[in-house]
């Protein structure tokens, strides 16, 4: 967040300089200060969020251990390495958002009716996410269990050999650009990083990073995205030259984090 801030700085400080501000006599500027009473009441949701998942979390034990038993087991693969997918209806980052929202709504004074209105709207704005969602974790769990991501992996340790870590930030930026979503991106190619760096005697965890930091670069140039952003800000049309506009940072970003990866990878070697 420093780093970005610093950047926005810098990359708008020539910019402020050339710019030409203009005021019109007839225009009047009326700055509305925000008391400190309605800046409570509007971070209100993320306040209970963030409080919600503490007081449920390991810290605390005794809630932990009680919004842990709503929970639901299901037994789906019965093949080799079989395991049973385990699903908690309480103590989820989801249902916390949801439960945190309707709390921070009710004491803002908000009618349910509204909110359950807004909550419609966004289920049917992020259907498409839902059913993209679903099946990338199908298809992550298909070529797990038939080997698939075995054979990729070997077959990618084969070509690249000790230089696998210069490329593993490349695949987890062409996971988010393809599915539009870092977490996708995660589930679709984290076992198959995490098996070619055993394959190699690498640092699982670190391969493992190195996907979810390459994830974040492919954020920059996901089609998704880009028409996410061009709808909120207005923008619409402009897709293609925001994504000229922004794939030479997301190939450097990607180029720094494979050096950054093939270098941080003999640090433990080293002691460090």
Known sequence: MICTIIMAKFMNRNKEKSE???TDEDTEVIAKKVSAKEGILAWLPYIFLCTLILITSPLVPSLNSFVGQFSSNIHIYSGDSTSTSGFSWINTPGMMIIIATVIAGFIQKIKF?????VFKNTVIQLK????TIMSIVAISKIMSHSGMTSSISFGLCSMTGS???LISPLLGAIGTFVTGSDTSANILFGGLQVKAAKSLSIDPYWIAAANTAGATA???ISPQSIAIATSATG???QEGKI???TVKYCLGYVIILGLIVYFG???PILGL
């Open 20 to 22: 030409d501000l203009t």
């Open 113 to 117: 009716s509204y909110m359950a209105k």
């Open 128 to 131: 498409t996410s839902f059913i």
């Open 163 to 165: 230089f696998y870590p």
């Open 218 to 220: 492919g954020k920059m």
């Open 235 to 237: 923008l619409i049309g």
């Open 243 to 245: 994504f000229s506009s």
């Open 265 to 267: 990878r003999f640090l």
